[in-house]
């Protein structure tokens, strides 16, 4: 049952990102900035935030909500807000710098990943050649 309440929630949530970008679209143009992304980013992890501290507090609240709300909506609309989460979480169990290497391992390890999958695909694309 988690599995399909993950999947419904994480299907909403594309669609709002979806609807946040084009709306970024429309209203600062198709510029070379990502306004759209970095909006989805900050107000994923906002209402992360909300959703996090509000189960903290009310601890009666069925698990299955918990699940659709971040690991579905909020996973589907931006997975910085998990990232983001999981930060403050390490920072407020007095792990600063367990906070900043995650920060930093996980910034520079995806770029360089992102990066290393261009590189590969491009190869193998192009023959071998550059």
């Given at each position: 049952?988690g599995f399909?309440?993950?999947?419904l ?8 990102r ?13 510029g070379?900035?990502?306004y759209?992304?970095l909006g989805?980013n900050?107000l994923?992890s906002?209402?992360m ?6 189960f903290?507090?009310r601890s ?11 690991t ?7 997975t910085?807000s998990a990232f983001?989460?999981e930060?403050?979480?390490l920072y407020?169990?007095?792990e ?5 290497a995650y920060?930093?391992?996980?910034v520079?390890l995806?770029v ?12 193998m694309?192009d023959?071998?050649?550059a």
């Amino acid at each position: 049952m988690g599995f399909l309440i993950v999947f419904l929630g994480a299907g909403i949530g594309g669609a709002f990102r979806h609807g946040v970008n084009l709306a970024a679209l429309r209203l600062l143009g198709s510029g070379t900035f990502p306004y759209g992304t970095l909006g989805i980013n900050v107000l994923g992890s906002f209402l992360m935030g909300l959703v996090a501290e509000y189960f903290a507090l009310r601890s009666g609240l069925p698990q299955q909500w918990r699940l659709f709300l971040t690991t579905g909506i909020l996973g589907g609309f931006t997975t910085f807000s998990a990232f983001s989460l999981e930060t403050a979480l390490l920072y407020e169990r007095g792990e600063l710098g367990a906070a900043v290497a995650y920060v930093l391992a996980s910034v520079i390890l995806s770029v360089a990943a992102l990066f290393a999958a261009l590189a590969i695909l491009r190869s193998m694309l192009d023959g071998g050649g550059a």
